[in-house]
């Protein structure tokens, strides 16, 4: 099965589509502005490293926690360039560089360009992230 998913992967087909799509979902809630939407896309164990924290979250309580705060800058997330990895039929890891589109504060809007990296599972039919890791890109 899993040598029937990577010649999958190598047409660039479903893994990677699955992948934009969750993106899309997962930043479609983010104009939702509420953080229990947000958050229902994270495991109960997840682990997450957020771009504007300096905080190791844990769970879904911890997700939502980041949320309340990152959801007040109005984020808009534009994914630069990725790559996805199947793991097995039921996880992939999609990582890469997004910008996101954030209020500054000021009234107007500034980009935050971060690289980044999650982990997806498929728990009950259902894509939820299990791990996700963002921050700034490093000036070069």
């Given at each position: ?31 939702t ?83 980044f ?24």
């Amino acid at each position: 099965m899993m040598r029937e998913l990577l010649m999958t992967m190598e047409r660039g087909t479903d893994m990677e589509t699955i992948a934009t799509e969750n993106f899309a979902r997962w930043n479609d809630a983010l104009r939702t502005l509420d953080p229990e939407t947000v958050a229902a896309f994270y495991t109960e164990d997840t682990t997450f490293l957020p771009t504007l924290s300096p905080e190791f979250k844990h769970g879904t309580g911890g997700a939502r926690e980041y949320f309340v705060h990152f959801l007040e800058k109005h984020p808009m997330g534009t994914v630069v360039e990725e790559t996805v990895r199947p793991l097995d039929e039921d996880s992939y890891l999609h990582s890469g560089f997004y910008d996101f589109e954030v209020d500054d504060g000021s009234g107007g809007r500034s980009v935050a360009h971060a690289r980044f990296t999650y982990l997806w599972v498929r728990q009950a039919g259902e894509w939820k992230i299990a791990h996700h890791h963002s921050s700034l890109l490093p000036n070069a």
